[in-house]
C-alpha cells in the first residue's frame, strides 16, 4: 500500500541538539493528531512534512515523492495544505485578496476559477461574510480560519496544520473538527496540538512525541488506555497520585497508581498523554 | 510564468491603488502646469517630457515596490510561502514585473503632459548665453519613453535590492542617488550630457559642444549646442536589457541553477553591449554636431 507520508529513521539536528530522532512513520489517509510538550519536535516534524526544512538524515517520501529533488518538492507542494505555527497574514490585505494571493503562488492560472475557488474556501471556513474585511480588523479566531482557508485551496491531498485550533472559541472548534473531519474522508491530515480534546474528538492515529523521539502511536482510545486502571476520584487529595486536581463538583481527581479499593473511572486521552509526560518510559499500542 | 504574471498584476494593481501615488502625481501635476504656463521656461517643459517630472511620483512608487517586496518578511509569511508552488525565485520575477504598473503610470503621467503642452516641432527657443539662442526641439518618441522605462528599471533595480539586503533601510541610497540623478544629470538643463551620463536611467540628451552656427568667439563654447535625438533609441533598449538583469540579479538570490546563472549572463552582456553602443553613438553625435 502506498502511504502518503512514509518515513524511516528521519532525524533532524540544529546543531548539536537533536531534534527528530530516528522517527519512522506510515501515514494513509485520515487525521493524525501530534502530542507533546513544548520542544518535543511537532513543529520540526510538521516542517518536514511541509517541505519547509530539510531532514538531516533518513528516508523520506510525501505523496510518493522525494521532497530532496527539485522537481518532487515542488510536485508535493502542488498538492500540499499547510498552516504554519505562526502564518504571517498580510494586515493590510482584505481576507478575499490574501487568500487569492496565496491561489496565484498555487498556480490557480484561470482569475475567475480561481475567484471561485477563493470564495468557496472562505464560505467553508465561514469567512464568506467578512471577507472584504481587512485582516486586521477580522478578530484572532477569524484570522486563524483566513489561514485554514488559504491551506484548503485546491483540495489539497495533505493538510499539515500546526496548532490551528489556537485563538479558536469552542463554536468555531466545533466547526473546524466538522470540516476538517469532512476534509479527511479522502485526504491526509496531520495535525498538532496541546488540546487532548481536538486529538479525541478527531484523530485517528494519536502519535507522542518528547524530546524528538516518539514515545505513542496509536488510537486515541488506546493512549487513554494506557491511563486504565489509574484514574480515580476521592473526597480528598491522594498521596498516591503524580497530578491531581479538584474538579467541579467538589471531589478530586487522580492520576497514578490507584490505592487497592479506589473508586476507579473512564480514562481520557488527556489521562493518558499526561501518564506518558509523568515518566512512562515508553508506550506502544499493539 | 502564468503565476509571475498574476503576481504582478496583483501588486501592480495594489500600487496603482496606492493613493500616495496619485498624491505625487496631482503635486506634478501642479509642477508641470507652472512650467507650462507662460512664465514657464522651454527648459522645463523640455525636461518635464524627457521624464523629469516622474521623479517625485517615481520616488513615492519606488517606496511602494520596496515595501511590497518586502511585505512577506515584514509580516513574517516567508514559512509558508515557502511552502507554495511558486517559490521565492519566482516570486521575484512577479515583483519585477510589478514595476511595470509603476510605467504605465509614468507613460499616461508623460502622455497627459504631452497632451496639455500641445508641442510644436520646436519646443521654443532658449537662450543659454544670453547672446544667442538655439531651438529646444519637441522630444521624439524615444527621449518621452525614457521617464517610463527609467521608472520601471529604477523600480526592478529596487526589487533585486531588497531581495539582497532586505530592508527597508534601502530607501536612504535611493534617495540618495535620486538626487545624484536629478541634480548632476538633469533638472539642469544646462548640464551636458556626456558618454557615460547616458549610464543613468534619466538623461536630457543635450549636446555639449561649440554651438552649432557660431561665428563669433563670444557664442562659441556654449555648455549646450544641441540636443542628440540618435542615442535615446539606443537608451531604451540599455534600459530594457538593465530590467531584465536586474531580475536576474533577484532571482539568483533564491536560485542559483545552471538556467538562472545563464540568463544572468546573457542579460548582462546585453547591459554591457547595449551600454556601450549608447556611449559610443552619443560620442559620435557630439563629435559631429561640433565639427559642424
Known sequence: MDHIVHTRSLSKRYGKSLALASIDLDLGTGITGLLGPNGAGKTTLLRILATSLAPSSGELRVLGQDPGEPAGRLEIRRRLGYVPQEVGLYDNFTAFDFVDYVAILKEHADRSARHAEVRRVLEEVDLGDVRSKKIRKLSGGMKRRVALAQALLGDPTLLVLDEPTVGLDPEQRLRFRQLISRHAERRCVVLSTHMTEDVEALCDRVIALDQGRVVFDGTPAQLAGVAAGRVWVAD??????????????????????????????????????????????????? | MIAEAGLARTEGVRLLRNPLVWVAMAATANMVRGADSSSGSVDERYLALVGYALVLPGLVMVLHLILSTLRSRSCRSEELLGVLPVGADRRSVGHALSALAAGLVGAVATMAIYLVMRPESMLGRWDPSEQSMINVPRPNLAQLMQGPAALVAIGVFVVAVVRWIPTWLVIVPLVFLTFVQALFFGLFFGVPTGGLSWLWPLVTGSVHGEWFGCETAAGCGLPVSGFDRITPWWHLAYLVALCVWLTTVAVVRHRRDRRAWAAFGCSLAAVVALAVIQVMTSDTYTTIVSAV
Open chain 1, 236 to 286: 480528598s487529595i491522594d498521596a498516591h497520585a503524580i497530578v491531581s486536581w479538584r474538579t467541579g463538583e467538589g471531589r478530586h481527581r487522580h492520576i497514578g497508581e490507584a490505592p487497592a479499593g479506589a473508586e476507579v473511572i473512564a480514562p481520557t486521552v488527556q489521562d493518558g498523554y499526561l501518564l506518558l509526560n509523568g515518566g512512562v518510559p515508553e508506550v506502544t499500542a499493539a
